[in-house]
């Protein structure tokens, strides 16, 4: 087996699950957007895709999650769209990828070898495009927020959003989602299909031919 092969479907299975996992807690997290106010140093307000908290300086948090779904914000409603797709696009895509590492399917016959193959390609393609999908929304949030953040035609006592720590952990998770797509089609490159030797072969005809045969009567017959 070559070590390159396997480093990369290690590696590109491990960052495919690390990215899933990213950009689970990017989809739940309440931190996408953070706005603190002069008027009241004591708190600051925090939204995200499902809700949006009060943090108190004494450590309490309360939240309020979203009503209705429609009602929502233009942006916010297809940022939680879009990271729902990206969870379960990058989860298909691990399925796709962790039966056709060697580490679990070491078969080497060419029927196999082309199925793995088959499987890791699908597998990566599905990460790419989860990465593609998750840097979408967050990479939109931001734009608009900087918009909205230099925007002359409010007052500048007018509190603004910033960015939050939802934004970061998207963008990383969009870029471990790529980055494992990547490794998973680039590793289907080094595979070779492989056929079973001659001796082989022929050690598994001889050993069939030379097996014993138990007659009816419960004696043991050699041909």
Not at 92 to 108: D, E, H, K, T, Y
Request: proline share 5%; hydrophobic share 45%; with cysteine.
């Amino acid at each position: 087996m070559d070590p390159v092969l396997r480093t990369l479907e290690m590696l590109g299975v491990f960052f495919s699950l690390s990215a899933c996992l990213c950009s689970l807690v990017t989809l739940m997290m309440p931190q996408w957007l953070t706005l603190s106010t002069e008027l009241l140093p004591t708190e600051s307000f925090q939204l995200g895709l499902w809700e949006t908290c009060v943090v108190q300086d004494l450590g309490m948090t309360e939240c309020m999650p979203y009503n209705t779904l429609l009602g929502l914000p233009p942006d916010i409603r297809l940022a939680r769209i879009l990271m729902c797709t990206t969870v379960a696009t990058g989860l298909i895509g691990g399925l796709f990828a962790i039966p056709g590492i060697n580490l679990v399917n070491s078969c080497r016959c060419t029927e196999s070898v082309k199925a793995r193959r088959t499987l890791k390609m699908l597998g990566g393609i599905f990460c790419i495009v989860a990465g593609v999908l998750g840097l979408v929304p967050v990479s939109y949030v931001a734009h608009l927020t900087v918009l909205r953040f230099f925007d002359e035609s409010v007052p500048s006592v007018v509190p603004r959003w910033e960015f939050g720590d939802g934004l970061f952990l998207g963008w990383t998770a969009g870029v471990l989602h790529l980055v494992a797509g990547f490794l998973l089609v680039t590793s289907c490159l080094f595979m070779q299909d492989e056929t079973c030797s001659l001796d082989q072969s022929l050690a598994l005809h001889r050993a069939q031919m030379t097996r014993p045969e138990r007659s009816p009567h419960g004696r043991t017959e050699y041909v």
